[in-house]
């Protein structure tokens, strides 16, 4: 048989749940098609049940990640980095097939957000935390720690840096993340997610599902077992719906640029303790 007669193996990209590649357990799928009419892959719709089971793989695994010091988890984020720079041909041919501008550039961005906010990793308690003067014989300090699980709604576009610009600075304090990545553009997702499950990321702490927003955002937001939601990606008609739901148990919601890179993305899904200490005890 000639190559000419050969039919292509189309990919089924399937979620990332725990550190595993499930199918969704609906067996649902969606096609994902280039920006010129070509199929290039059968995706995983995300169901309810799906959603759920990130939400536990996230909760199993925040405990071990909060507790890793703060330079292993900086040294995890850019081994994510190197791997991604492996895979740069992969992840530039994906958007280009989805109609990215500049596919060679946001490949470099996303992969330099990475090393960005592993550099912040032992740094956030000395730049956001400190020792506060009191009028008293006390030590008086500010410690941010991790807020928990946190759901993340990534913008359609850019596909990649954007997925990269709202992970990186949840988990580099020791967050752990239920993502739903674009629908428009899904492939870049999936193939962050096997980057991550070659990277040293321990399974749950990223869980990324591909799907509609406005079938997940809603259960995403109303989950009692999410501390924290960003709706940075959110579709304009889900975000008020979204806030009262979160507002059941308090969520911290936040959004930001698409591609915002700043402390204060950190900061957001970060809980301030203040400590009181008696001098000389």
């Excluded at 799906?50 to 939400?55: E, K, Q, W």
């Excluded at 096997?194 to 989950?223: F, K, Y």
Aim: proline content about 6%.
């Amino acid at each position: 048989m000639s190559s000419d007669q050969r039919l292509p193996v189309r990919r089924t990209a399937k979620l990332y749940v725990g550190g595993q590649f499930p199918r969704s357990e609906s067996g649902r799928t969606f096609e994902v098609w280039s920006g010129d009419g070509r199929l290039l892959a059968h995706a995983a719709r995300a169901s309810r049940k799906d959603l759920r089971d990130a939400v536990v793989a996230a909760r199993g695994a925040f405990g071990g990640w909060a507790s890793r010091t703060p330079y292993n988890r900086g040294q995890i984020l850019y081994r994510v980095a190197e791997i991604m720079e492996g895979r740069r041909a992969q992840l530039e041919d994906e958007l280009r097939d989805s109609g990215a501008d500049d596919p060679a550039g946001e490949v470099s961005l996303a992969i330099d957000r990475w090393v960005w906010y592993a550099g912040w990793a032992d740094k956030i308690a000395q730049v956001a935390g400190g020792a506060n003067p009191v009028a008293g014989p006390y030590f008086n300090f500010t410690v941010p720690e991790p807020t928990g699980v946190v759901g993340i709604i990534a913008p359609s576009e850019p596909a990649l840096l954007g997925l990269v610009s709202r992970i990186a600075p949840v988990i580099v304090s020791g967050n752990v993340v239920i993502a739903v990545a674009s629908e428009r553009s899904p492939l870049p997702a999936v193939s962050l997610a096997e980057a991550l499950a070659t990277s040293d990321v321990p399974g749950g702490v990223i869980n990324i599902l591909t799907g509609s927003p406005s079938e997940l955002v809603p259960w995403l937001a109303a989950h009692m077992d999410v501390n924290a939601i960003d709706l940075t990606g959110c579709p304009d008609e889900l975000v008020a719906d979204a806030e009262r739901a979160a507002a059941d148990n308090v969520k911290r919601v936040h959004r930001a640029g698409e591609a915002a890179q700043h402390l204060s993305e950190v900061t957001a899904f970060v809980e301030f303790k203040t400590v009181w200490h008696p001098m000389g005890a």
